[in-house]
């Protein structure tokens, strides 16, 4: 019996681990995007009030 809580034990903390290292993945992921998107953002000309001229 003491087999299947070792294992039980070791399988509780693999995947507490796997959580962690996924969430931390999630969330520089979503850091890395918001910052390319301001960056993207300032990057972009600002339009103008003036119209181009055309012939």
């Known amino acids: 019996m003491t087999d299947k809580t ?3 034990s070791w399988t ?5 681990a796997g959580a962690a290292i996924g969430s ?3 969330t520089a992921a979503l850091l890395y995007a ?3 998107k ?3 953002q300032k990057a972009l000309p ?3 009030s003036e119209t ?3 012939d």
Do not use: F, I
């Open 6 to 8: 070792d294992k039980s």
């Open 46 to 48: 600002k339009p103008t």
């Open 38 to 40: 301001e960056r993207n």
């Open 34 to 36: 918001s910052r390319r």
């Open 24 to 26: 931390a993945a999630l």
């Open 52 to 54: 181009p001229e055309t």
């Open 12 to 16: 509780g903390k693999a995947a507490l």
